[in-house]
Each structure stands twice: as structure tokens, then as C-alpha cells.
């Protein structure tokens, strides 16, 4: 079953599941965006548009696209779309390999999706293309760290993956292939830490990192 085919059926139970359990989660991760006042963001991977509900609130980006594989969740993210008080334009497209230009945005945010996809190197990889230099990527996924055990995660990342999800990624190997990105965050978000909230930031090749200040 493709992903596409997976997050079909997955959409009329999505936010039962995934809302509570990560709400919190989700909300400090983006408040490190701040007011995005004149600024471009991008979510790639936005489902249901759980995002939505806290960006409503507290962000007016000057641009905001939000990407997904699968038309039922851009569904039901539209029904969102109605209360979001910035431009919002939700694309169906595959986030391992966009439709979007280079370099047009000031953050991009990858919550839930690199631990999904089949290809997360690409993914990042993308997101890192998509970024100005000097924006930041925002990340909220569960990881395993490199050379942890965790047997049974490992053991039945296999099915999982087939279902929704994979249990035996790890991130600094995707991100050990980026010399152009610094991890400026790494901080524990949900079920003792396996879940990550993590902030990388883009710089040229052999530079250091731009700062890039928020209100």
C-alpha cells in the first residue's frame, strides 16, 4: 500500500488520535517561529492541518503553503483554512519531491513526516533546497539515537511502516549529510524524549550560520 493510499484511509480518524496526544508537543515547537511578520512558511507534510490551529493564533506569515500527498487530508486541512487570517495555499504534492521553487522561504516546518516517508533523507533534503539562507527548519518526530538498541522499535518499524509510521529512524545521520545546516535546537517534546523538537538553521557552504532574529 503507498503512502497516499495509507493516509486515505487514515483521515477520517486522524485528529481523533493525533490531536490530543500531540497538541503541546506541536504548540512549543512552534512558538520558536514567533509572529512571522513579512515572512514565508511552508509546512510540508500538513495533514489534517493540525498546524493550522496554532498558527491561527499566533502567526501572520506574509506567505504560508502547506503540502500533502494526500487530497482527504488537504480536505480536511481546508476546512481550516477557513480561519486562518494570512494567505494560505494548500498544495497536493509529494514532500520527498516538491512542485515549490528554491529558496523562497524563511521557515519550513517538517512535523510528523520524516519518520513517514520511505525516503526521509530526501525530505530533508528537499526542505534544506526550499530554505533561504539563514531560515530555519522547524522539526517535531520521534527518533532513535544513533546506535540505541531499542530492539523492539527496530523490530517492528517494518510493519508500522506499512501501517502509518516508522519506529527506527534516526536524525543525525540525515542530518551529518547537510553541511550547509546547524542544529541550533535539540530538546525533548514527548514520550521521554523520543520525540524531539529540533530547530536547524541554513547557512552558505564553509560559512557560519546567519542569525535570524524574531519579535
Known amino acids: 500500500m503507498s503512502l497516499r493510499q495509507?493516509?486515505?484511509?487514515?483521515?477520517?480518524?486522524?485528529?481523533?488520535?493525533?490531536?490530543p496526544a500531540t497538541r503541546?508537543?506541536?504548540?512549543?515547537?512552534?512558538?520558536?517561529?514567533?509572529?512571522?511578520?513579512?515572512?514565508?512558511?511552508?509546512?510540508?507534510?500538513?495533514?489534517?492541518?493540525?498546524?493550522?490551529?496554532?498558527?491561527?493564533?499566533?502567526?501572520?506569515?506574509?506567505?504560508?503553503?502547506g503540502l500533502d500527498i494526500?487530497?482527504?487530508?488537504?480536505?480536511?486541512?481546508?476546512?481550516?483554512?477557513r480561519d486562518c487570517p494570512f494567505?494560505?495555499?494548500?498544495?497536493?504534492?509529494?514532500?520527498?519531491?516538491?512542485?515549490?521553487?528554491?529558496?523562497?522561504?524563511?521557515?519550513?516546518?517538517?512535523h510528523l513526516i520524516l519518520a513517514v516517508?520511505?525516503?526521509?533523507?530526501?525530505?530533508?533534503?528537499?526542505?534544506?533546497?526550499?530554505?533561504?539562507?539563514g531560515g530555519q527548519i522547524l522539526i517535531f518526530d520521534k527518533f532513535l539515537h544513533p546506535q540505541q538498541k531499542a530492539p523492539l522499535r527496530r523490530f517492528i518499524s517494518p510493519l508500522l511502516g506499512l501501517l502509518a509510521t516508522r519506529?527506527?529512524?534516526?536524525?543525525?545521520?540525515?542530518?551529518?549529510?547537510?553541511?550547509e545546516l546547524t542544529c541550533v535546537r535539540d530538546e525533548p517534546l514527548l514520550a521521554r524524549g523520543w520525540?524531539?523538537?529540533i530547530t536547524l538553521q541554513k547557512h552558505p557552504i564553509n560559512q557560519h550560520p546567519i542569525n535570524h532574529h524574531k519579535d
Open 6 to 19: 495509507t493516509y486515505r484511509l487514515w483521515a477520517p480518524m486522524y485528529d481523533v488520535f493525533l490531536k
Open 24 to 65: 503541546s508537543a506541536r504548540a512549543k515547537n512552534l512558538a520558536q517561529l514567533g509572529r512571522l511578520d513579512g515572512l514565508n512558511l511552508a509546512v510540508i507534510g500538513i495533514g489534517s492541518g493540525l498546524d493550522l490551529d496554532w498558527l491561527r493564533l499566533h502567526a501572520r506569515p506574509a506567505q504560508c503553503i
Open 70 to 81: 494526500t487530497r482527504a487530508m488537504l480536505n480536511k486541512a481546508q476546512i481550516r483554512r
Open 87 to 110: 494567505p494560505l495555499h494548500l498544495i497536493e504534492g509529494d514532500a520527498m519531491q516538491t512542485p515549490l521553487a528554491s529558496g523562497q522561504f524563511d521557515y519550513v516546518v517538517l
Open 117 to 133: 516517508v520511505p525516503n526521509p533523507a530526501a525530505v530533508l533534503a528537499e526542505a534544506s533546497r526550499l530554505l533561504r539562507p
Open 167 to 179: 519506529t527506527d529512524v534516526e536524525f543525525e545521520p540525515l542530518l551529518a549529510a547537510h553541511s
Open 195 to 197: 520525540f524531539r523538537g
